[in-house]
T-cell receptor, first 111, second 114 residues
């Protein structure tokens, strides 16, 4: 089993819809969870971090974490064409662990 | 505020040639990292430096060497480039190696080895 798994997509949603991006991880000792956004030809940039079970909201973005199911998700409300990018899930195993990235989900928001 | 600066942005090498990728950060971060990104493979850690004076191997260190020149600079060297090293290379930094630290990425180096 891959350490961090994401559906590669592409995920296509219409403008204004909710985009739902999912990620599963294998190490139950993982403590920190991140979503990075990467536009084509650009570098990743952090958009959300979450450390405890439940939901964390920041503007149009909501990160959800369920450690029992080893599952983390990102919801993007009122999706805009400018949200079209690849979204990378990243998981940090602990104080001595490195950040492990999923392969990313490509999101396309159609006007 | 430059953040993380990488040079060069593009490079073409022939098999067997050597080169050094340079990275510098101006955020007074302690930890620095080199990743490579390949289609369908995601970002993979090559080497990291938790603090000035230390370096450690990541997931895919073979064929690479690193130097933490000072707190600001962390270079990646390919001694004898191979076509399998064709990739996009990203340097990143973080304040510490704590698990909740945010990574700041440079703009990347597109490397082609022919």
């Amino acid at each position: 089993q891959k350490e961090v798994e994401q559906n590669s997509g592409p995920l296509s949603v219409p403008e204004g819809a909710i985009a739902s991006l999912n990620c599963t991880y294998s190490d139950r000792g993982s403590q920190s969870f991140f979503w990075y956004r990467q536009y084509s030809g650009k570098s990743p940039e952090l958009i959300m971090s979450i450390y405890s079970n439940g939901d964390k909201e920041d503007g149009r973005f909501t990160a959800q974490l369920n450690k029992a199911s080893q599952y983390v998700s990102l919801l993007i409300r009122d999706s805009q064409p400018s949200d079209s990018a690849t979204y990378l899930c990243a998981v940090n195993r602990g104080s001595q662990g490195n950040l492990i990235f999923g392969k990313g989900t490509k999101l396309s928001v159609k006007p | 505020n430059a953040g993380v600066t990488q040079t060069p942005k593009f490079q073409v090498l022939k098999t067997g040639q050597s080169m050094t990728l340079q990275c510098a950060q101006d955020m007074n971060h302690n930890s620095m990292y080199w990743y490579r990104q390949d289609p369908g493979m995601g970002l993979r850690l090559i080497y990291y430096s938790a603090s000035e004076g230390t370096t450690d191997k990541g997931e895919v260190p073979n064929g690479y060497n690193v130097s933490r020149l000072n707190k600001r600079e962390f270079s990646l060297r390919l001694e004898s480039a191979a076509p399998s090293q064709t990739s996009v290379y990203f340097c990143a930094s973080s304040l510490t190696r704590a698990p909740n630290e945010k990574l700041f990425f440079g703009s990347g180096t597109q490397l082609s080895v022919l």
